[in-house]
C-alpha cells in the first residue's frame, strides 16, 4: 500500500529555517509528479510547490526565493527546504503524491514572531 510520511515540522522562530521530508514507499516515487501542500488555520489548503519526475520546479508566489523543492528519487524522499521563514508560513504541511493522488499525514510548522 502506498504510504507518505512527512517530517521535519517543528516550531522555529521568525527568519529560521526548517527542511520538511516526506518518505514514499509503495509506489513508483520517481515516475510521480510530487507536491507540498499546506494549510494555515482558518484557511484552504493550498498548494506551496511541486517537482515532476523530471525535476521541473513550480512555487508558489508566496515562497518564491524562500523555499526549494527536491527529491531524491533513489531514496524515494521529497523535500521541502524552507528559509527566512515568517508567522505567515504556519500551517499543517503535506506532501501529496500528485498522479496518484496520495496524500500524507501532515507535519505542524509552527513560526512565532
Known amino acids: 500500500q502506498v504510504q507518505l510520511v512527512e517530517s521535519g515540522g517543528g516550531l522555529v522562530q521568525s527568519g529560521g529555517s526548517l527542511r520538511l521530508s516526506c518518505a514514499a514507499s509503495?509506489?513508483?516515487?520517481?515516475?510521480?509528479?510530487m507536491a507540498w501542500y499546506r494549510r494555515a488555520p482558518g484557511k484552504q489548503r493550498e498548494l506551496v510547490a511541486s517537482?515532476?519526475?523530471?525535476?521541473?520546479?513550480y512555487y508558489t508566489e508566496a515562497v518564491k526565493g524562500r523555499f526549494t523543492i527536491s527529491r531524491d528519487n533513489p531514496k524515494d524522499t521529497m523535500y521541502l527546504e524552507m528559509n527566512n521563514l515568517t508567522p505567515e508560513d504556519t500551517a499543517v504541511y503535506y506532501c501529496?503524491?500528485?498522479?496518484?493522488?496520495?496524500w500524507g499525514q501532515g507535519t505542524q510548522v509552527t513560526v512565532s514572531s
Open positions: 501529496k503524491a500528485t498522479d496518484s493522488n496520495y
Open positions: 517537482i515532476t519526475s523530471a525535476g521541473h520546479t
Open positions: 509503495g509506489m513508483i516515487f520517481m515516475l510521480e509528479t
